[in-house]
């Protein structure tokens, strides 16, 4: 634990021996932000023979605003999480919760079928492309930016419920993507339009989140 002005930051750390890192980084990703009212505001995934991810999220607890570092290390099996806020004790319970949620989806996912696997796998990237694609809007990113993760985050749920009862997200992202992909892609989406495609990314997280929990 230590102490910078008024917060207060606090570090737990989780080994995994599993050899599909970029999945431990969506899992802790989605213990982190499929909880209400949590933002993306930092991402980056290295591009190298070594998977490092990093994410950093915002967050409240019990009416503080806390920040929640995540990052996994391929090199070191390690998973780090850390939340920065003021009130230590609510920081060490909303970590521990975490880590017990992490920990329990990374011993349900080694026992899963090949093929239940691969529909987690891209439900999982589809989660992270929807809180991907209102970090894009917030900060205002060309309409390129949020179109890739629109389009990207459809198709692998399309994918995740392959031959299954279709849910109404496949239709509503294709209607999404035609009424925007005419518009200048350098440019950012019109205020109005931003923000009703952020509100609607909430119902494909819900969509999302359910069928990920159907598996942890």
């Not at 329990?104 to 987690?120: C, E, F, I």
């Not at 060309?142 to 419920?161: N, T």
Request: charged letters at 30%; glycine letters at 6%.
């Amino acid at each position: 634990m230590e102490e910078t002005g008024d917060r207060t930051e606090v570090k737990r750390t989780l080994g995994y021996d599993i050899p599909e890192s970029a999945v431990v980084f969506r899992l802790i990703w989605y213990a982190v932000a499929s909880r209400p009212g949590v933002l993306l505001n930092e991402y980056s995934e290295a591009e190298s023979q070594v998977f490092e991810g990093k994410a950093v999220f915002s967050t409240k607890i019990e009416d503080h605003k806390v920040d929640v570092r995540v990052r996994v290390d391929e090199a070191q099996k390690m998973v780090e999480v850390t939340a920065i806020g003021e009130d230590p004790a609510a920081l060490e319970k909303y970590l521990d919760e975490i880590n017990t949620s992490a920990g329990n989806s990374l011993k349900k996912y080694q026992t899963l079928p090949d093929d239940v696997k691969g529909k987690l796998r891209r439900a999982l990237v589809a989660k992270t492309c929807w809180d991907r694609l209102v970090f894009e809007i917030l900060n205002k990113a060309s309409l390129g930016a949020v179109y890739f993760q629109l389009a990207h985050g459809r198709e692998m749920m399309i994918k995740a419920i392959e031959g299954e009862d279709m849910m109404s997200l496949p239709l509503t992202t294709s209607g999404w993507l035609s009424r925007i992909e005419s518009m200048p892609r350098e440019e950012p989406l019109p205020g109005n339009i931003a923000s009703e495609l952020a509100k609607k990314s909430i119902e494909w997280k819900k969509e999302t989140h359910e069928v990920i929990a159907r598996y942890l």
